[in-house]
């Protein structure tokens, strides 16, 4: 839920109205009902380069080829600087056993259910 909080931060920042229906698919990556192909740019190459960081694959070099191809180097360094980013946060939050404050999962039901959030296996309240 962190995250989320975290894309909210950054659009009030940069004044950027952040729609997350355009974005939203469910667990098995079919859009939602107000998604928006293309709201992304590279959405799915950028998918993939998560999802291999996120899980260590052997896919990972050539994906990483892929997005600076279709890219730049420069968005490819952003890319894996927000999946460290992202992989830290939750690591410091999971071994000191951070819990959220009473409350804040209700905060973020509204981004939890338009981002198919609880449908993943991972979803878990501790």
Same mark, same amino acid.
């Given at each position: 839920?962190?995250?989320? *909080?975290?894309?909210?931060?950054? *659009?009030? @920042?940069?004044? =950027?109205?952040?729609?997350?229906?355009?974005?939203? +698919?469910?667990?098995? *990556? !079919?859009?939602?009902? &107000? @998604?928006?192909?293309?709201? #992304?740019?590279?959405?799915?190459?950028? /998918?993939?380069? #998560?999802?291999?960081?996120?899980?260590?694959? *052997?896919?990972?070099?050539?994906?990483?080829?892929?997005?600076?191809?279709? +890219?730049? %180097? @420069? =968005?490819?360094?952003? +890319?894996?600087? /927000? #999946?460290?980013?992202?992989?830290?946060? =939750?690591?410091?939050? %999971?071994? /000191? &056993? /951070?819990?959220?404050? @009473?409350?804040?999962?209700?905060?973020? !039901?509204?981004?939890?259910? =338009?981002?198919?959030?609880?449908?993943?296996? !991972?979803?878990?309240?501790?």
């Amino acid at each position: 839920m962190a995250h989320s *909080g975290l894309l909210r931060a950054s *659009g009030l @920042a940069t004044e =950027t109205e952040i729609d997350l229906d355009l974005i939203a +698919t469910g667990a098995d *990556g !079919s859009p939602s009902a &107000g @998604a928006m192909p293309g709201a #992304v740019p590279h959405a799915e190459l950028l /998918t993939r380069f #998560v999802d291999a960081a996120a899980d260590r694959s *052997g896919d990972l070099p050539e994906i990483r080829a892929e997005l600076v191809a279709a +890219t730049d %180097d @420069a =968005t490819m360094i952003d +890319t894996a600087a /927000t #999946v460290a980013a992202f992989e830290m946060m =939750t690591r410091i939050a %999971d071994g /000191t &056993g /951070t819990a959220h404050p @009473a409350g804040r999962l209700d905060d973020f !039901s509204v981004v939890r259910e =338009t981002l198919g959030l609880d449908e993943y296996e !991972s979803a878990r309240v501790v």
